[in-house]
């Protein structure tokens, strides 16, 4: 058996990639504009490629309790909900890294192991990387109109309108 032809290595390979490269990542100057972008406009369009099976399908699995820094709580506070963003944001672009990693072995793979290994390799990229980036971006959306509900709220309490 070739190396190459184990495709699910190279998947968590990509997995420990995205983890390493992300930190390096993190000091560029487009991280930020990178880690707040959107594949797509709505919501919607997450939940029709099937983000939200996907979610039940995580946490019925052992890979839902990898990052237990991304966990919904109770909790309203807006430095939790800030904190929580900035894991997501982070897990996303690791997955990102992870993707164009697996990417480019997909290339390889395809080229040098034939088209049975290449399927296996896009296979896995898109369900290892592709739907927790889209996963990602959809929570994050939901978090950040929360976050701006909790600001406009808050600002709307310190206003000297509300005050006299």
Known sequence: MHLL???IFFMFLSFVVGVLVDPILRRAKP???????????T???YEKLGVLWFRRLLRITPFGSFNPNIRFTTTRDLNT????RSHMATAE??????FVFMLGMTVVAWWSRGALVGLSYVTLNIVGNLYPCMLQQYNKRRLQHLIEK????????RSPASSG
């Open 31 to 41: 991280y930020g504009s990178l880690s707040s972008r959107y594949l797509f406009k």
């Open 93 to 98: 672009m690791s997955h990102w890294v992870g």
């Open 43 to 45: 919501s919607e369009t």
């Open 81 to 84: 909900l800030r904190s929580i």
């Open 5 to 7: 032809d184990n495709a």
């Open 150 to 157: 909790i600001e406009d709220r808050f600002r709307n309490d």
